[in-house]
């Protein structure tokens, strides 16, 4: 092949086709969604993040979690997600417009994590963030224990100590277990996670 | 009369024009692409290492939990970062530069561009990597790197850029070979992916759900727009080379490129069929990747067609039999790419260790295998020196070929078992982790498989550097070829 300008058109428009359509296109129209207000509550939806939360995402992003847990649930005409109970509706584009980055996953080593916020309790997390293996029978999870700090009890516990630990690293009698900062920001994060605000373009679907 | 021209004069030989010219250039690409090619091969054992530290992960959960920056969401990333960036792109760079050499027929210009570059490249990834294990990872796949790591990549990239476009422009005339239409357009390509993603996802990130396409896009098309075409313009250069005939159908070669151009760089959404986009989206990803059957037989059968007859060569040419084992691959992952678009096969392998038994079949059998053998050939051209040992060849190929093969045979049955226990409403979850448990044990294996290969090239090439061993006279083989008038009365 000898005609350059030819060659050089080609490689340019090819590629300028796909950027149109999977950049450009996305970025003007799912880039700018915004949140909508319920008509009956006057409610935002989805709802604003607390601060702590915000700071529990960006652990959730240190510490790889996506890596095993998506955040999507997928249509009932494409997958089983909602019979078996990720979500009672499929997740759309605004659901993700305060999520830093989208955390949409592409594993499911562990289980899928959009709505886990309705599922556990702080309590529960703290213990299973701790020792997985302990609170959920043959998980495979890594344990996060340094995101927590085991320390000599000062007079009176701890009001956030965990409790209820059982295992190899449970505390010895005197010692208590509390969550650093780190840790409680992503339990609030985790806590956060529960997509069940109404959006008009996402209506719940029945299961015949 | 001829011959007594070239007794006095040996330059008056065309053969022997073409020699001084072809080693002029070799002498001239040597310390750069040198440099490219052993930084490659050390990220190559340090991404290996991280690798094992992440599959023995799965196997033993409590391996290494007390530190923050050897957890599995760390350790994993850093593996595929290092790979990506540290090995494969580097590798990538070094075949790249010396064939763009070699075929605008002109020594290497500007040599220091290229040095300059190699080194902010290394120092980008170097960054990144202790980035990512310190904490401060994107989470974003294949761009995990932190922002403060990816300008020095990008820097170090345009030096590249422009060192090629010089290049370009100061070629001897004549015909441009097709594996120059691969290498141009990968490297316009990539600055364009890159500079893209670093934009809307790093510094100004954009919202939502829109970052997953941006993402995907990015992701799927280092692969097929950066990796594939380095890969391929290699193989073209290569075979052809090795078995000294030319390629079968020079119209082939053109309907390959421009529909892999065409359709490879709307694959990305398939990554995310049934995620939070427009259908039209998600559909156009899956037509695209369908449509990738064209390029992919239209390779596959101008590869085989130049090769048949001498396939013999795959006996005694380490460089064929990597270059060939690579071709095969490609074939075989992008066909097993098309098929796993389709949404109803999909809804079943999406979110399981087959699509990483998948990309480890495209980004390892194909273009690892494939810059293995490019490496094998182009070394001693740089350094005038041959390889020092047949057989820790022969360990490489083994080593390498049987433990990639394990590898995806084991996460591809380990994940089809995963995905329909994942699929099936009455199972319950931690079975899709018992039922696969087993395979990721014999992943795990054939992880250490792949890491003793790499130790052993990396001694090799060391030893290369070395110049350990007598000095031969000719290439390194596997066995003594078959002179082909001894084949032809056989």
Redesign the interface.
Known sequence: MNRLPLLFLGIFLTFASAWAGLVAYPYLALGRLLPITSEETGELAPPPLSGLAEAGMAVYSANGCLYCHSQQVRPAYLSTDIAKGLGPRRTVARDYIRSKPAFLGTMRTGPDLTNVGLRYSAEWQHRHLYEPSEVSKGSIMPAFRYLYTMQKIQGAPSADALKDLTGPYAPKPGYEVVPTEDAKALVAYLLSLKRDYALPEAPEESLE | MTTLVASLNPASNEQTLDKIERSAIDASARLPVLLFFGTAIFWLVVGSLLALVAAF??NI??LM????WL????V??AHLNTVVYGWASAAGIGVGLWLMARLCRVAMMNTSLLIVAAIFWNLGVFVGTLGILA???????WLEFPGYATPILFIAYAFIGIWGVIMFRFRKPG??Y?SQ?YL??AF??FP?LYA?VNI??IWQ???????????W?FAH?VLG?WFTPIGLASAYYMIPKVIGRPIHSYYLS?LGF?SL??FY??N??H????????AW?IS??VVASVMMFVPVITVAINHHMTTKGHFDGLKWSPTLRFTVFGAMSYTIVSFQGSLMAI?TLN?IT????Y??GHSHLGLYAFFTMMMFGAMYYIVPRLIGWEWPSASLIRWHFWLAAIGILIMFGALTFGGIIQGLA????AVN??N???FA?PWLWVRSFSGLLLTAAHVIFAVHFVMMLLHTGAKRGEPTLFARPIPEEETLTA
């Open positions: 992960k799965m959960p409590g939990d007390s530190e923050a957890t599995f969401g760390r994993r990333p904490g401060d990872s994107r989470s974003i796949e015909h441009v097709v239409w141009l357009a316009l390509w364009w893209t809307l996802l990130p954009i919202l939502g759900s829109a970052q997953g396409a941006v993402n896009w098309n727009l053109i421009w151009a065409l760089s709307w990305g959404m990554h995310l069929i049934g995620g939070p986009f427009p989206m156009a990803s949404p809804q999406h979110f399981t260790h699509t990483i994942l699929y099936d409403p979850f931690m899709s982790l018992y448990s």
